[in-house]
């Protein structure tokens, strides 16, 4: 089974600090994403990276960075971080062969920023 | 770029009674579309998805769904609910560099 794992379940930050969500996957996926969620807007994807050290913005990249240096592990990085961007954030990963489409996820990690 | 519309925010059902949520897209090309569910605390995992062939798709825990392209819907159905589907479904549709849009998403509160 494909497992991805995040950092935290639950993160409790101050505004300004710099927060690090980190995300890893053990089936060797070539493509990571990050997401986050809020209610009545569904998933909206932040950031993605079809290789490693190569990353491209998604719809809302504002105000976040990322960050992949080994194949396996994709970090979202909020440098200064804001009460907006109180969220379930959520990684997924998916392979390039076969049905490279499906996305696999990891639990999620709920952040509150105060 | 695509797009997906789940027009019910919100539905409840009773246990034993069937289900069908509603989901459109916008997609230029051939869509790949999905299905995900996310139980309360948990994480996204796939019910089916359709990327070509047969337009109506089984998937796990007795779902399915059918590709209607002329009418550009990809409705989910499940003949009779428990009370463990109770969650929230969303719909995707993928793009052909591996991008998924979601839709905002459907909640279903199942009632005994």
């Known amino acids: 089974d494909v497992k991805v794992t995040q950092s935290s379940r639950y993160l409790v930050k101050r505004t300004g600090e710099k927060v690090f969500l980190e995300c890893v996957q053990d089936?060797?996926?070539?493509?990571m994403f990050w997401y986050r969620q809020d209610p009545g807007l569904g998933l909206r994807l932040i950031y993605f990276?079809?290789?490693?050290?190569?990353?491209e913005k998604g719809d809302i990249p504002e105000g976040y960075s990322v960050s992949r240096e080994k194949k396996e592990r994709f970090s979202l990085i909020l440098e200064s971080a804001s009460t907006n961007q109180t969220s379930m954030y959520l990684c997924?990963?998916?392979?390039?062969?076969?049905?490279?489409?499906?996305?696999?996820f990891g639990p999620g990690t709920r952040l509150t920023v105060t | 770029a695509q797009s997906v519309t789940q027009p019910d925010i919100h539905i409840t059902v009773s246990e034993g009674a069937s289900l069908e949520l509603r989901c459109n897209y916008s997609?230029?090309?051939?869509?790949?579309l999905f299905w995900y569910v996310q139980s309360p605390g948990q994480g996204l995992q796939l019910l089916l998805k359709?990327?070509?062939?047969?337009?109506l798709v089984q998937g796990i825990k007795g779902f399915e769904a059918e590709f209607k392209r002329s009418q550009s819907s990809f409705n989910l159905r499940k003949p009779s609910v428990h009370w463990s589907d109770a969650a929230e479904y969303f719909c995707?549709?993928?793009?052909?560099?591996?991008?998924?849009?979601f839709g905002a998403g459907t909640q279903v509160v199942v009632t005994p």
């Open positions: 089936m060797d996926h070539e493509n």
């Open positions: 990276s079809y290789d490693v050290k190569m990353k």
């Open positions: 997924a990963s998916s392979s390039t062969g076969g049905f490279y489409h499906e996305q696999y």
């Open positions: 995707a549709v993928g793009d052909s560099w591996g991008k998924l849009q």
């Open positions: 997609y230029g090309a051939t869509p790949y």
């Open positions: 359709y990327f070509s062939g047969d337009t």
